[in-house]
């Protein structure tokens, strides 16, 4: 009897898809992923991969984050020898290089409209980067350990850090100096983000909580005329304004914590282009997602706390009730930056994923979530409005 043999042929297969870095382009069809040391970019619905975005010089360094500017025209891309490539997301080509930093890049952010780069590296300098005249503007020296996140404040020109020493750190772009600090984490801060308003600062660290920080000036208490410093903020628990020496301006308030779902350490915070949500990524398959409230809400919220403590002290005497009046007046003023946090943030759902997140963005069309993950997979959602999430590929 002959032998036979099992004949054999080649179906379709998927290379690497995902390594580091994640984001939707600007119509929110096509899916940016960090692969190694290029670009891969994929049509979501059709699950193709469209084109391949490389350098010339063919980089053998790992692609360590991605930023897309929020015109869809350029992809910043930073590496672990500490260069940084702008790609041409309409010519498909690498349009210049900087160099300018002695390690890998750890954080990347375009301002609104796309002429500034902000970078941030494991060797602790923050450089602003001009995308036009295609320079550096200003290198940032003051953490003492590895950058985590960068913002950049466009109303007032000023740029905020932070960093693996604890730190965040406010600086003056006029000047190019750090203008205030805050102290208050007991450990590293992983990640931070600002609403789209630029009023509020959340920052996460390793612990269960969320810290809230005031960027409004109208809240902020009155100085003299005359007097100005710069700011060192110290333990979250107390207000931030208490803390300061006499004379000091005001450049963040402290407003209060709201706890988090999962013990894991924060990888990633985002908020929403419409202001309304946020994402908390945490080292692990969990994307917990909060609410932020509007004043209407909030007011709301209030009343509705107030009379509950007024139904619990309805039994209490008239006596006991007028001492304790005038001491929840002195106590109301000193916790009424930790109570504003509750009122205006609070969760609203949690995402898992098949495995763990290493980088997530946000729509800027709808509510949609595209995850990047360890087993070089890629996954989106779509949030509901109170519970659940539904997985579209």
């Given at each position: 009897?002959?032998?036979?043999?099992?004949?054999?042929?080649?179906?379709?297969?998927?290379?690497?898809?995902?390594?580091?870095?994640?984001?939707f382009d600007k119509n929110n069809e096509l899916a940016?992923?960090?692969?190694?040391?290029?670009?891969?970019?994929?049509?979501?619905?059709?699950?193709?991969?469209?084109?391949?975005?490389?350098?010339?010089?063919?980089?053998?360094?790992?692609?360590?984050?991605?930023?897309?500017?929020?015109?869809?025209?350029?992809?910043?891309?930073?590496?672990?020898?500490?260069?940084?490539?702008?790609?041409?997301?309409?010519?498909?080509?690498?349009?210049?290089?900087?160099?300018?930093?002695?390690?890998?890049?750890?954080?990347?952010?375009?301002?609104?409209?796309?002429?500034?780069?902000?970078?941030?590296?494991?060797?602790?300098?923050?450089?602003?980067?001009?995308?036009?005249?295609?320079?550096?503007?200003?290198?940032?020296?003051?953490?003492?350990?590895?950058?985590?996140?960068?913002?950049?404040?466009?109303?007032?020109?000023?740029?905020?850090?932070?960093?693996?020493?604890?730190?965040?750190?406010?600086?003056?772009?006029?000047?190019?100096?750090?203008?205030?600090?805050?102290?208050?984490?007991?450990?590293?801060?992983?990640?931070?983000?600002?609403?789209?308003?630029?009023?509020?600062?959340?920052?996460?660290?390793?612990?269960?909580?969320?810290?809230?920080?005031?960027?409004?000036?109208?809240?902020?208490?009155?100085?003299?005329?005359?007097?100005?410093?710069?700011?060192?903020?110290?333990?979250?628990?107390?207000?931030?304004?208490?803390?300061?020496?006499?004379?000091?301006?005001?450049?963040?308030?402290?407003?209060?914590?709201?706890?988090?779902?999962?013990?894991?350490?924060?990888?990633?915070?985002?908020?929403?282009?419409?202001?309304?949500?946020?994402?908390?990524?945490?080292?692990?398959?969990?994307?917990?997602?909060?609410?932020?409230?509007?004043?209407?809400?909030?007011?709301?919220?209030?009343?509705?706390?107030?009379?509950?403590?007024?139904?619990?002290?309805?039994?209490?005497?008239?006596?006991?009730?007028?001492?304790?009046?005038?001491?929840?007046?002195?106590?109301?003023?000193?916790?009424?930056?930790?109570?504003?946090?509750?009122?205006?943030?609070?969760?609203?759902?949690?995402?898992?994923?098949?495995?763990?997140?290493?980088?997530?963005?946000?729509?800027?069309?709808?509510?949609?979530?595209?995850?990047?993950?360890?087993?070089?997979?890629?996954?989106?959602?779509?949030?509901?409005?109170?519970?659940?999430?539904?997985?579209?590929?």
């Amino acid at each position: 009897m002959p032998k036979t043999y099992l004949r054999y042929s080649a179906g379709p297969a998927i290379g690497l898809v995902f390594s580091s870095g994640i984001s939707f382009d600007k119509n929110n069809e096509l899916a940016i992923c960090g692969s190694l040391e290029s670009i891969n970019i994929w049509n979501i619905r059709r699950g193709e991969l469209v084109s391949v975005l490389k350098d010339g010089n063919e980089s053998k360094s790992e692609i360590t984050e991605i930023s897309v500017s929020s015109d869809g025209i350029n992809v910043a891309a930073g590496y672990k020898d500490g260069s940084i490539k702008i790609f041409d997301m309409k010519e498909k080509n690498c349009k210049m290089t900087f160099n300018g930093h002695r390690n890998a890049i750890s954080c990347l952010r375009f301002n609104s409209s796309g002429s500034l780069l902000i970078s941030g590296s494991r060797d602790t300098d923050i450089v602003v980067w001009d995308i036009v005249g295609e320079c550096g503007l200003y290198r940032l020296k003051g953490h003492r350990d590895m950058v985590t996140e960068v913002f950049l404040l466009e109303k007032s020109n000023r740029l905020i850090s932070s960093s693996k020493d604890s730190l965040v750190k406010l600086w003056d772009l006029d000047t190019q100096h750090c203008i205030a600090t805050i102290v208050g984490h007991r450990n590293e801060v992983w990640a931070f983000d600002v609403s789209p308003d630029e009023r509020r600062l959340v920052t996460g660290t390793s612990d269960d909580s969320l810290r809230f920080w005031s960027l409004d000036e109208s809240e902020f208490p009155k100085i003299p005329f005359g007097q100005n410093a710069t700011g060192t903020y110290a333990d979250e628990e107390k207000d931030a304004n208490q803390t300061q020496n006499d004379g000091e301006k005001v450049y963040a308030k402290f407003i209060g914590v709201v706890k988090r779902q999962s013990k894991e350490r924060v990888e990633r915070i985002r908020f929403h282009k419409g202001g309304k949500i946020f994402a908390v990524q945490t080292n692990d398959t969990k994307l917990e997602v909060f609410n932020v409230h509007e004043a209407s809400q909030i007011k709301f919220k209030a009343k509705r706390q107030k009379q509950r403590k007024n139904k619990k002290n309805q039994k209490k005497t008239k006596e006991s009730d007028e001492m304790e009046e005038e001491a929840e007046e002195h106590s109301d003023e000193k916790k009424e930056s930790k109570v504003k946090a509750s009122l205006e943030f609070s969760f609203q759902q949690t995402i898992t994923s098949s495995f763990k997140i290493k980088s997530f963005s946000f729509s800027s069309l709808n509510h949609g979530i595209i995850m990047g993950l360890a087993n070089n997979k890629v996954e989106v959602f779509s949030l509901k409005k109170q519970n659940g999430s539904e997985e579209k590929s």
